[in-house]
């Protein structure tokens, strides 16, 4: 699966947007952008998921650019309870005829959203 | 709905004490099942998975072993344990359906803490 590089620590005022870029430079075809993130001790939650268009649940936007090398997590009016740690995984979306999907986590971003 | 068990809570034990660590999913079957550990400040590590019933697949070589003794049932365990398997250990589940990704749910955690 492809690495991922995201910035350690990022900040966010209430009721703003929250931008939290990943680089994926050598992410391949068949791989899908997936966002987590994980509130402090508690167990990771799935935000959303792209290969290579745009997507957008009720969490959330995921903004992948048109060679898919990056891609950008939109939290649209960040909360005091969106503060957490979010990471960006890079990984196919069916393994190899199986339906084993491993995740690799990574250092992810700690997004701080203060008042 | 599905849902993901974890217990216990939280864990206090000396070194070389053996370990079990219980997970349990309701409202789907046959998911896959996966063991994490989260060192303290450092990312998750995917320890083992488990695509069925008595299937288990190890990802680092460790201290550690899991057992699936039942569909929705997983269990992390150990002989002896060692200062360094103090962490945050999470159980999570996906689907085996032909979906085009595997979205993982977490379950709570138990926090280990080896003296």
């Known amino acids: 699966d492809a690495k991922t590089t995201q910035p350690p620590s990022m900040d966010c005022a209430e009721g703003r947007a929250a931008n939290l870029p990943c680089n994926h430079s050598?992410?391949?075809?068949?791989?899908?952008v997936y966002w987590y993130r994980q509130i402090h001790s508690q167990g990771p939650q799935y935000i959303i998921h792209?290969?290579?268009n745009n997507e957008t649940n009720e969490m959330a936007s995921l903004i992948i650019t048109e060679d898919r090398k990056s891609s950008t997590l939109i939290l649209p009016h960040a909360t005091l309870r969106d503060t957490a740690v979010y990471y960006c995984?890079?990984?196919?979306?069916?393994?190899?005829?199986?339906?084993?999907?491993?995740?690799?986590f990574g250092q992810g971003t700690i997004l701080t959203v203060h008042p | 709905s599905q849902t993901i068990h974890q217990w216990p809570a939280t864990l206090v034990q000396p070194v070389g004490s053996p370990l079990s660590l219980e997970c349990t999913v309701e409202g789907t079957s046959n998911p896959n099942l996966y063991w994490y550990r989260q060192a303290a400040g450092r990312g998750l590590q995917l320890l083992f998975y488990?695509?069925?019933?008595?299937?288990i697949s190890s990802e680092v070589p460790q201290n550690l072993s899991a057992s699936r003794p039942q569909d929705r049932q997983f269990i992390l365990s150990s002989k002896k344990l060692l200062l360094s398997d103090s962490g945050f250990y999470l159980c999570?589940?996906?689907?085996?359906?032909?979906?085009?990704?595997?979205?993982?749910?977490f379950g709570p955690g138990t926090r280990l803490t080896v003296l």
């Open positions: 999570a589940w996906s689907v085996t359906s032909g979906a085009s990704y595997n979205e993982q749910f």
């Open positions: 488990s695509v069925g019933i008595g299937q």
């Open positions: 792209g290969l290579k």
């Open positions: 995984i890079v990984r196919v979306g069916r393994a190899g005829g199986t339906s084993y999907g491993k995740l690799t």
């Open positions: 050598t992410i391949s075809g068949n791989e899908y």
